[in-house]
């Protein structure tokens, strides 16, 4: 994200200076398809390369120190770096996400969404995959764990979430992991900069079934994202129709769902229901 912002800024700086990619190409000895992948955020820009466009460009000091530093930050290593042997691209592009937004909307189906899951009932479902090893499993929970700090640092994200009844009925693990998961949920409803709703199956249907997703706002003029998680990755989309569709759909679960109120005595009684299910259930 720190990459895109820049590659925007060193973009609209090039046009406000009326010159071709070719012509930047020529000052800075590369090809115009590098020029090009430095403004679409492709590639990461060379601190030299970045001074010699500055120069170019005639930018004033204090917006040079500025651009600069952002160079710096977008080159930097994000806080998953010791993680990376466990991430690919699209999970990479996730917690950047994550990290950068200055909101989060989820609405999630199936499953607790991840910044709010337990260690033990995140442990429970990455065992669950058929090809888990249990160092990995381990590991990638480690990971979920780490990831969830995002919500306690200073500036963090406000989070809006609404859980699908279906997601919390689903017993991960067992009864005693769910009714954890319940609490937990209760006492994260109850924090500042983090709003928790229930939609229960009686709302009946909606435009979003079946299709959990993420919107992500960011401080800055950066547009507002979609993501949508698949069976073994991810997709972010960026046109403003698309974000306006599930903009609209997230409305429709929050505004169906149960209130803030409503979803905490909701949680308490299936946490109830949860401790008096039998050993095992």
């Known amino acids: 994200m720190r990459r895109r912002r820049l590659a925007a800024e060193l973009h609209r700086l090039r046009v406000a200076s009326q010159l071709t990619l070719e012509e930047v190409a020529g000052h800075l000895e590369c090809s115009p398809a590098k020029v090009s992948r430095i403004e679409n955020g492709q590639v990461a820009i060379r601190i030299q390369d970045a001074r010699d466009l500055l120069d170019l460009y005639d930018v004033n000091e204090d917006r040079r120190a500025e651009l600069l530093q952002m160079v710096r930050q977008a080159r930097g290593k994000g806080w998953w770096s010791s993680f990376t042997d466990l991430l690919d691209e699209s999970a990479q592009v996730l917690l950047s996400l994550e990290d950068e937004a200055s909101a989060i909307l989820i609405y999630e189906t199936n499953v607790v969404t991840p910044l709010l899951q337990t260690r033990r009932y995140a442990w429970e479902l990455l065992a669950s995959r058929q090809d888990a090893q249990l160092d990995l499993v381990q590991r990638k929970t480690e990971l979920r764990m780490a990831r969830q700090l995002v919500l306690d640092r200073p500036g963090a994200p406000l989070l809006t979430v609404v859980l699908d009844e279906a997601s919390l009925r689903r017993v991960v693990g067992s009864a005693q992991v769910m009714r954890e998961q319940c609490d ?17 199956f009686s709302a009946g249907a909606h435009q979003a079934m079946g299709f959990p997703f993420q919107i992500f706002e960011f401080a800055s003029d950066e547009p507002h994202l979609v993501h ?13 129709e698309d974000v306006g569709r599930y903009r609209a759909a997230f409305s429709q679960v929050h505004d169906h769902a149960l209130s803030s109120e409503e979803s905490h005595d909701f949680l308490g009684d ?6 008096s299910a039998r050993p095992g259930g």
């Open 184 to 200: 937990h949920l209760m006492a994260a409803g109850g924090k500042p900069g983090i709003s928790l709703r229930v939609l229960p």
């Open 228 to 240: 949508v998680e698949l069976l073994s990755s991810g997709q972010v989309m960026e046109s403003a």
């Open 270 to 275: 299936l946490a109830k229901e949860h401790t």
